[in-house]
């Protein structure tokens, strides 16, 4: 259970960072 939890944080902060990329390149 923890260890999916921890997963699932690591996927929001890779999105995150995804998306603030992407929001460098269009801005």
């Known amino acids: 259970?923890?260890?999916n939890i921890n997963?699932?944080?690591e996927v929001i902060e890779?999105?995150?960072q995804c998306i603030a990329n992407l929001k460098q390149?269009?801005?």
């Open 14 to 16: 890779f999105a995150r």
């Open 25 to 27: 390149i269009y801005v």
């Open 1 to 3: 259970s923890n260890s």
């Open 7 to 9: 997963y699932h944080a």
